[in-house]
């Protein structure tokens, strides 16, 4: 894979599971990489020593990327260790946090998981580009939900997912011009700790007898394709959500 080697990464929610994986993957690539954490310190610390480890080169630093303020001193940090530039923005940071039918929806529930898979997404591209110039790449981390409207109870976390699915269209025709490519990456059922905790195993045995390819997938997979349209191999690429789900998009 070309196109990575000295570029700076910026990868949200990346001390564990999909986040660490990119994380990691760039970092071998030749990306420094300043990983994003929130609650996690001690796993963002797992993955910068692993990261280290290997040769390579990344910070960690914590932040809450639903909050502007967090987010502006995100890249401040980033760009002050790396060169004063970002190439590369993966917005990772989301999540379901529980299952809630509708009836049991409350307005701060709402907002809550709004603000986590969307609104981070939204104020870290609008705060990066400061920093990112011709031959930026940025990628969102949606998922299979935003298109068929997720598993039970994950209603508002499946539509977080598809407002950030029609950013990625919008942000590539505003930044295109600019040099700055936007692509989502959308993951069916990844073998992770998302799953251990809110998926029932019934439901992944399910899956692995009727999935085209028998299996979920691994977080490394996913990280080799965000690897993909963050570098110059997909420099024709932009405005694509691209499905990531061993052939499984259930309608």
Not at 17 to 41: F, P, T
Not at 49 to 66: F, L
Not at 140 to 156: E, F, M, T
Not at 243 to 249: A, E, P, R, S, Y
């Amino acid at each position: 894979m070309n196109g990575l080697k000295g570029k700076v990464a910026v990868v949200t929610g990346g001390s564990r599971d999909i986040g660490r994986a990119i994380s990691m993957k760039l970092a071998a690539e030749g990306a420094k990489v300043c990983i994003n954490y929130c609650h996690s310190e001690a796993k963002a610390q797992e993955t910068l020593e692993a990261i280290r480890s290997r040769g390579g080169d990344a910070i960690i630093v914590k932040a809450d990327v639903s909050r502007s303020e967090d987010v502006k001193r995100l890249f401040e940090e980033a760009s002050k260790a790396f060169c004063g530039r970002i190439d590369i923005l993966v917005n990772n940071a989301g999540g379901i946090v529980g299952r809630k039918k509708i009836e049991e929806q409350d307005e701060q529930w709402y907002q809550d998981l709004m603000d986590l898979n969307f609104k981070s997404c939204w104020l870290c591209t609008r705060d990066v580009l400061p920093y990112m110039g011709k031959g930026g790449s940025i990628v969102n981390i949606s998922s299979q939900a935003a298109r068929d409207g997720g598993g039970p109870g994950s209603s508002v976390y499946a539509c977080g997912k598809a407002a950030m699915l029609c950013h990625t269209r919008a942000m590539a025709k505003e930044l295109g011009p600019r040099g700055i490519r936007v692509n989502a990456v959308c993951p069916g059922m990844i073998n992770t700790y998302f799953h251990d905790t809110f998926t029932a195993p019934e439901g992944r045995e399910a899956l692995h007898r009727s999935a085209p390819l028998r299996r979920e997938g691994e977080a490394a997979e996913v990280a080799d394709l965000v690897a993909f349209l963050a570098g110059d191999d997909s420099a024709y690429i932009t405005g694509n959500g691209i499905d990531i789900n061993g052939g499984c998009l259930f309608s």
